[in-house]
């Protein structure tokens, strides 16, 4: 059965097999295609083993700016030696008719014993027949020369003087056939083509909707001159609670409420300084015995704030921009709306002069650009800020309002203890949350769940 080839395969093939090797240049002149046409071509020929392609180098030689110039003027020792050849000159002369070369043209003269010097004149002594160098220079001219036709001891009399000599590696390739593409029989079409046959159903790889909400909030993060941070899913107690200003009584640390690592404790939780003015901090505000083995046990991380407090309290900036994003852990029942584990974002901005007018412009410039425009906000209570704020979408598939992420500015009782003394913007929530109001979701755990009919139909995050 014979092979069914393409057009251009067909063109290269007749023209390689009127002659020899051919480069792709002859190729284009032969066959009337274009480079990138002759380029395919050669390529889908070789894979069928039906072309054999041979690259070669050559160095090509040109003259340079000097040397172009002597082209036309002649060398500038010939020029010195010209003007000498009818009596002696001034110097004066000499340097006003040669201008810039008098120098490197009198350097060589007296070198070659061509000529003689007095106090103020130089005459002629030698005059030779032709200059190491002449030859090359009339020789290449304007043209560039392969290097096997120059007379090599000829040419190295100019390699060495600047400006006079580029040259440069020219890559040449020759196409032949294989002895079995001589044979071949060129098909001549394709056949009929059944325009409304099927086509085998195939599915292009893509990321998971949830990874391409994720990656759109980082990339508004970083637009917004945000910075990100990271940190381990597991923390201590110290940093995941204590820091954050929460009672070691308090429900949220409860096992019914936390994931704990069973039968581990943190070596190290924070310096002296910061476990003294933290545990003094809840002995003065909560009014309770702070117990150190408490804050040395270690949890799943239940969000992303103690990543940024620890980072606060290690780096005390001034002025900042930061956010965090990842994986956080609730000992909760699922529902259409929880998750034991899900995403989580938190941004972070620290200035003398931040305020809550300034959180909440963020917010809706961050809600904005996720597509979001139907925005309010609701003061609410949180631990470990004061005052705090809960920020309220509209969803229009439900017709109300409902709650997505916390804000507000950390309490004193978690910054002065860490030696943090400028004020910080803090807001966050879940990430699931945005991606379903994005996708029209009423189920959380629609994310999870692997169905691959909806997977492909749903649409590119925006």
């Known amino acids: 059965m014979s092979q069914v080839f393409h057009d251009i395969e067909k063109k290269i093939i007749t023209s390689l097999r009127n002659g020899h090797k051919q480069s ?32 070669s180098k050559t160095s090509v030689i040109s003259l340079g700016k000097n040397g172009l110039e002597s082209f036309e003027k002649g060398l500038p020792e010939r020029r010195l030696l010209n003007l000498l050849n009818d009596g002696s000159k001034k110097l004066s002369f000499l340097k006003d008719q040669l201008g810039s070369v008098f120098g490197p043209s009198m350097g060589l003269a007296r070198k070659n014993n061509w000529i003689e010097t007095s106090s103020d004149s130089i005459s002629l002594k030698n005059l030779p027949g032709e200059l190491p160098g002449e030859k090359t220079v009339n020789l290449v001219g304007t043209e560039r020369l392969h290097l096997d036709k120059i007379d090599q001891d000829d040419l190295s009399a100019l390699l060495k003087r600047p400006d006079f000599i580029i040259e440069n590696v020219v890559k040449t390739k020759q196409i032949a056939l294989t002895d079995s593409a001589k044979s071949l029989k060129l098909s001549d079409s ?61 429900p949220a640390r409860e096992l019914q409420d936390t994931f704990y690592l069973d039968g581990v404790s943190a070596k190290k939780t924070g310096t002296p300084d910061q476990i003294r003015n933290v545990s003094g901090s809840h002995k003065k505000n909560w009014r309770y015995q702070w117990d150190i083995n408490e804050a040395q046990k270690m949890v799943l991380r239940t969000h992303t704030t103690c990543v940024t407090i620890k980072h606060l309290a290690e780096k005390k900036p001034d002025e900042a921009r930061i956010f965090s994003l990842g994986r ?14 899900f995403n989580q974002v938190e941004g972070i901005v620290v200035g003398k002069d931040a305020n809550l007018r300034n959180l909440m412009g963020i917010q809706r410039e961050f809600y904005k650009r996720i597509g979001i425009t139907k925005i309010k906000f609701w003061p609410t209570f949180f631990p470990y800020t004061e005052p705090s704020l809960q920020t309220m979408v509209y969803n229009e598939k439900l017709g109300k309002w409902i709650e997505l992420f916390g804000m507000g500015i950390f309490r004193p009782e978690v910054t002065k203890p860490l030696g943090i003394t400028q004020p910080i913007l803090a807001w966050g ?15 959380v755990r629609e994310f999870y769940n692997n169905n691959l009919g909806w997977l492909r139909s749903s649409s590119k995050c925006q």
């Not at 274009?34 to 072309?51: F, H, N, T, V």
């Not at 956080?328 to 584990?341: A, G, I, P, Q």
């Open 24 to 55: 792709p240049e002859s190729l284009e002149k032969s066959t009337h295609l274009s480079p990138d046409q002759i380029r395919r071509g050669i390529e889908w020929l070789k894979l069928k083993d039906l072309a054999i392609v041979t690259e």
């Open 328 to 341: 956080v852990f609730r000992n909760e029942k699922v529902s259409y709306k929880h998750l034991v584990e």
């Open 190 to 250: 394709f056949g009929e083509i059944d325009v409304e046959a099927k086509v085998p159903e195939t599915f292009v790889a893509r990321t998971h909707p949830l990874k391409d909400t994720i990656d759109e909030i980082r990339e508004i993060f970083v637009t917004l001159g945000f910075s990100e941070i990271f940190g381990n899913m597991s923390q201590s107690s110290f940093w995941n609670f204590d820091a954050l200003f929460t009672p070691q009584d308090h």
């Open 429 to 443: 929530g879940g990430i699931e949350r945005i991606a379903m109001l994005k996708y029209d979701l009423a189920d």
